[in-house]
């Protein structure tokens, strides 16, 4: 890793996201019979079925940068990466390619956990590949609010970047991050009828801190000398703008789209990471356009990656992703909460 | 990365494996979402994104006062199981909602609304 303006290095934690995200500081990533049975309880019940990200009308699509503010049984693979690193020190520029993998499983109705590993490959110029995997993230997080007319969700979650598990060549941590966040998400679709081009605009966002299980870490260089590398608190934080062109499709206006743009929804996010403290300071992170085309069973997406400042790159990457709702894949099996319908 | 074949050769085969189900989203309606219409129209159909279990899909048309105005005979349709249709009066020229709430196949429950106008 590389030393920041302050002659600290930032060992940040892994973004709060579940697929691979590119720290741009530290150089690592951050679901008839039987229809009818269920069906009868399930209308006397007067409950939606609130899976992969719906609140009321509102259809909320995983986004790429930024983590979900649900909890839903799904399956990101892959998650392509790639952007080109600038030289930094004693380091040369570099491509660096992220191939993950991520899932995320309801235990209840609103408790979910997830699991996520990242391959990578980073290949600086002029100099040997390095392959391997990134360190394990594992998270869990519980959704406490839910308003369908508003279209709003809240959860809360912890991320947890498990150190030491990944390989030292590509970076790995060995030390752990957990990062605590709230996540939210709203839709706009309660605004009034003169505004209701804006109803298909809906936010979603986090807010998190990560803490590093160790505050610094000491290595020797090759004359002995000792080289301290500082892991400060970092504030995660991001949100995702997008345009729901199939809310706009089937409850604002018939503009007369059609598959496929009738299910595709763009999407600005912007993913970002503040040291707080231990002699670091300063912001990274990127602006990632791009558009989400979701259908009944997956939904795939692309997003450039454009960073906000020389220390986060200063060349544009891309991420593409294949997402797979479980729940309406296999909604008898795995793709409902273990506990609860 | 060599992780990469065997990995997306399990993702195709995932979408390619026959789905069991998914949400019902609407697709198009007619009158047309947001749409105003110069005749009143006999019934409004809806078209969704997957089969509908018609013991448990409803729809309902609303005026602008709230009040129901349809013939309570929402109903899937025969040959086409992802069209429901709800049949109407003669409206008077106003806006007017339609207020749906279906069960697709799978069990999954979505509903929504749109409005429409009526003019002369």
């Not at chain 1, 290595?219 to 004359?223: K, Q, T, Y």
């Not at chain 1, 602006?287 to 791009?290: A, F, L, R, S």
């Not at chain 2, 009158?31 to 009143?40: D, E, L």
């Given at each position: 890793m590389k030393p920041d303006v302050c002659g600290c290095r930032i060992g940040g934690s892994r973004p709060l996201k579940r697929r691979a995200i590119i720290n741009t500081k530290n150089r690592r990533s951050i679901a008839t019979p039987l229809a009818l049975a269920i069906g009868s309880s399930l209308i006397l019940s007067a409950e939606t079925a609130a899976a992969h990200g719906v609140a009321g009308k509102r259809f909320f699509p995983a986004t790429l940068a930024t983590d979900d503010p649900f909890v839903a049984d799904e399956l990101s693979l892959p998650t392509l990466e790639s952007r080109r690193m600038p030289a930094s020190g004693d380091e040369a520029a570099m491509?660096?390619?992220?191939f993950a993998i991520d899932v995320s499983k309801r235990i209840t109705e609103n408790l979910g956990i997830g699991f996520g590993a990242t391959y990578?490959?980073?290949?600086?110029?002029?100099?040997?590949?390095?392959?391997?995997?990134d360190n394990l993230a594992a998270s869990i997080k519980y959704k406490f609010y839910q308003n369908d007319e508003r279209e709003t969700i809240l959860s809360a979650g912890v991320d947890w970047d498990i150190g030491g598990s990944g390989s030292k060549r590509v970076g790995a941590e060995s030390f752990s991050t957990l990062t605590p966040a709230l996540f939210f998400g709203r839709g706009f679709g309660d605004l009034p009828e003169s505004m209701k081009f804006i109803r298909p605009l809906a936010v979603t966002g986090l807010v998190g801190i990560g803490i590093p299980t160790r505050s610094s870490t000491i290595?020797?260089?090759?004359?002995g000398e000792a080289d301290v590398e500082r892991h400060p608190h970092t504030l995660q934080w991001g949100f995702a703008v997008q345009y729901s062109l199939p809310y706009l499709q089937s409850f604002v206006q018939d503009v007369g789209l059609r598959e496929p743009f009738s299910r595709m929804i763009p999407v600005v996010e912007v993913a970002l990471s503040t040291a707080l403290d231990r002699g670091a300071s300063g912001t990274t992170g990127t602006?990632?356009?791009?558009i989400v085309w979701a259908g009944s069973y997956a939904q795939l997406a692309v997003e450039a990656v454009v960073p906000v400042n020389n220390r986060s790159g200063n060349r544009v990457g891309w991420i593409a992703q294949l997402h797979f709702f479980l729940d309406d894949l296999f909604p008898t099996t795995i793709g409902r909460p273990i506990f609860g319908r | 990365m060599r992780i990469r074949i065997p990995l997306l050769v399990f993702a195709c085969a995932s979408v390619l494996a026959p789905p069991l189900g998914a949400h019902a989203f609407l697709d198009h309606a007619l009158?047309?979402?947001?749409?105003?219409?110069?005749?009143?129209p006999p019934q409004v159909q809806l078209w969704f994104s997957q089969k509908l279990e018609p013991a448990f899909s409803t729809a309902q048309v609303l005026d602008s006062t709230g009040k129901r105005v349809d013939r309570a005979d929402a109903r899937v349709d025969d040959g086409d199981s992802t069209v429901l249709t709800v049949s109407l009066p003669e409206l008077a020229p106003g806006r007017y909602r339609v207020k749906w709430r279906v069960l697709s196949v799978d069990t999954h429950v979505t509903e929504g609304d749109y409005s429409f106008d009526v003019v002369r």
């Open positions: 491509r660096e390619t992220g990578k490959v980073l290949a600086p110029d002029g100099g040997d590949t390095q392959r391997g995997f290595s020797r260089g090759d004359e602006v990632n356009p791009g | 009158p047309a979402v947001g749409s105003t219409v110069h005749a009143p």
